[in-house]
C-alpha cells in the first residue's frame, strides 16, 4: 500500500503539473471574494458576485491555508446588534494594494483560555493561548485566470498567555487522549509555517500544490476541522486516529475524473514536521514520509475552488481516505512505527443553514484504534455569520489498558463586527483515557480572535 499511495500522489502531481493549458472562461470572481459554501451546485459561480456585497455571510467558513484566512478576514458580515468594524480603512487600502500590486495580505489574532474541572499533573486548571498569522498571497504568473500559479505565504507564532501551558498541551495533560484544543499550541519563535505554490489547470480537471504544506488541510479535511472559527476539540476538527503531520514539505495532486463530482486526491509529505523549519531536506536525509489516497464525490468538484480549500470548503462531500506512515526511529519524542489506516467522511447541507457530519477511522500501530463522531453547524441567522456547533465522539485507544473515551462538545460563535468574534464553547470528556482516576472532564472555553 506504501508504493501504491507514493505512486498515486506523485503521477496526480506530475499530471496537474504538465496538463495541457486549455481556453477557460473567467471565474476570478472567485478569488475576488466570491465564496462558494452557499452556492448552489447547479448555479454559474458567474452569477454570484453578490456574496461579496454581504447577501449571504460564510456559513462554514475558512481554511487554515494562507487563502482561506485572507478571504474570511475580506468577506462582509452583517448582524443584528452588532457593531460597525473600525478597519474600514485599513481594509479599503488593503484592497486598493491588491488591485495595484496583485498582492493580497491580512492576519489574524486570537486568544483561547480553557478551564478544567481538574488539574493537570503541573497543579494548573487553566491554559490560555495566543495565536498571531499574516498570510500573503499573490499569482505568479496567468494573473487573474483560472490557471493562474499562485504563491501563499504563512507567518505566525504561537505562545502561552500568562499560563505555563497552552490550551493543546493542557488538554493532554487534564487526562483526554485527544487534545481539547487542536491548534493553539506553543512555536519556538515566530517563522514561516506555509509557503507554497498551487494552481488548476485543464478547465479545473486538475489541481496541484507543492511546498510546505500544512498537512491536515488535505487529510481527511471537511469545513469544521478549523479551531480559529469553529470547534476547539481535535475530536471534530481532525481525525484522532490519523497521526497526521502538521507543517512540513508536500505535495498534492487532484483528478475529477467526471462532471457527476467524483475525485481522486493523492499526497505526499514528510513525516516529520517543523512548526517555523524547513523540512525539505528531512525529506532526503530520512525518507520518512506520510502517504494519502483519497477517492470520494465533492459538491466543488471543478468549480475553480483552490486545492488547499476544497476539502474545508466542501459543505458536500463524502470520501474514503487511505494512508500510511513511515516508521521514524529517531522521533523527537519517543522512537514510532510505521502505521497505516482508512478514514472516512460525510457531510451535507439539510436546507440553507444546516449541515451534519459522520466522521470515523480505523488504525493499526497509532496511539488511537478507532474513533467516531457526528454533529452539526447551524447558522441562527442569514443576516450575519454567527454559527452554533454541536458534536459527540468516541475514541478507542490502541492500548487496551486504557478506556474508551466519549467527548461531547458545543459552541456558539457570536460575529460582534465584520473583524470580530467571540466564541464561548463547553466540552464534556467521559472517561478521559489519561486519568484513569476520573471518571468525568469538564473544559470551559472561550475564544476571541480579531482579523485585521
Do not use: C
Not at 52 to 66: H, M
Not at 185 to 202: A, M, V
Request: proline letters at 5%; zero cysteines; aromatic letters at 14%.
Amino acid at each position: 500500500m506504501k508504493w501504491l499511495l507514493f505512486a498515486a500522489g506523485i503521477s496526480l502531481a506530475g499530471s496537474a503539473a504538465f496538463a495541457q493549458d486549455q481556453d477557460l472562461e473567467t471565474t476570478s470572481d472567485l478569488d475576488d471574494g466570491a465564496h462558494p459554501l452557499l452556492i448552489d451546485q447547479d448555479q454559474d459561480l458567474e452569477t454570484t458576485s453578490d456574496l461579496d456585497d454581504g447577501a449571504y455571510p460564510i456559513l462554514l467558513d475558512g481554511t487554515l491555508s494562507g487563502h482561506g484566512d485572507l478571504k474570511e478576514g475580506m468577506a462582509t458580515k452583517r448582524g443584528f446588534l452588532r457593531f460597525d468594524t473600525k478597519l474600514g480603512g485599513w481594509e479599503a487600502w488593503k484592497e486598493q494594494v491588491r488591485k495595484n500590486t496583485g498582492i493580497s495580505f491580512g492576519g489574524s489574532l486570537g486568544v483561547m483560555w480553557q478551564n478544567f474541572s481538574d488539574t493537570t499533573p503541573l497543579g494548573d486548571r487553566d491554559a490560555v493561548g495566543g495565536k498571531l498569522n499574516f498570510n500573503i498571497s499573490r499569482d505568479l504568473f496567468n494573473a487573474g485566470t483560472p490557471e493562474a500559479l499562485t504563491l501563499a505565504i504563512v507567518i505566525e507564532d504561537r505562545q502561552p498567555v500568562g499560563t505555563d501551558l497552552a490550551p493543546t498541551q493542557g488538554g493532554l495533560l487534564a487526562g483526554s487522549i485527544v487534545p481539547t484544543a487542536t491548534t493553539y499550541g506553543e512555536f519556538d519563535h515566530l517563522g514561516i509555517t506555509q509557503l507554497y505554490i498551487r494552481q488548476n489547470l485543464s478547465e479545473n480537471r486538475f489541481q496541484y500544490t507543492i511546498g510546505k504544506l500544512f498537512a491536515p488541510a488535505f487529510i481527511d479535511a471537511y469545513p469544521f476541522f478549523d479551531d480559529n472559527r469553529q470547534f476547539f476539540n481535535q475530536t471534530f476538527s481532525t481525525s484522532p486516529t490519523i497521526p497526521s503531520p502538521l507543517r512540513g514539505f508536500g505535495a498534492v495532486g487532484v483528478w475529477y475524473p467526471t462532471e457527476g463530482g467524483q475525485y481522486v486526491q493523492g499526497g505526499v509529505f514528510s513525516a516529520n514536521s517543523d512548526d517555523t523549519g524547513f523540512t525539505l531536506d528531512d525529506v532526503f536525509d530520512t525518507g520518512e514520509l506520510f502517504y494519502n489516497l483519497e477517492l470520494g464525490w465533492s459538491g466543488l468538484a471543478r468549480t475553480g475552488t483552490p486545492v488547499n480549500a476544497r476539502g474545508p470548503m466542501d459543505t458536500n462531500n463524502a470520501h474514503l481516505s487511505f494512508w500510511y506512515k513511515d516508521a521514524q526511529p529517531d522521533a523527537a519524542v519517543t522512537s514510532q512505527p510505521s502505521a497505516k489506516g482508512v478514514a472516512f467522511n460525510a457531510n451535507y447541507m439539510a436546507g440553507q443553514n444546516l449541515m451534519w457530519f459522520v466522521r470515523g477511522g480505523y488504525s493499526q500501530d497509532y496511539i488511537n484504534r478507532r474513533n467516531l463522531t457526528a454533529g452539526f453547524g447551524y447558522r441562527p441567522s442569514e443576516r450575519y455569520s454567527d454559527l452554533l456547533g454541536f458534536g459527540v465522539g468516541w475514541v478507542e485507544p490502541s492500548n487496551n489498558a486504557l478506556r474508551d473515551q466519549y467527548t461531547a462538545e458545543a459552541f456558539y460563535r457570536f460575529q460582534v463586527t465584520s473583524n470580530f468574534a467571540v466564541t464561548p464553547d463547553i466540552q464534556y470528556v467521559q472517561d478521559p483515557a489519561l486519568n484513569p482516576s476520573e471518571n468525568d472532564l469538564w473544559v470551559f472555553g472561550l475564544r476571541a480572535r480579531v482579523t485585521f
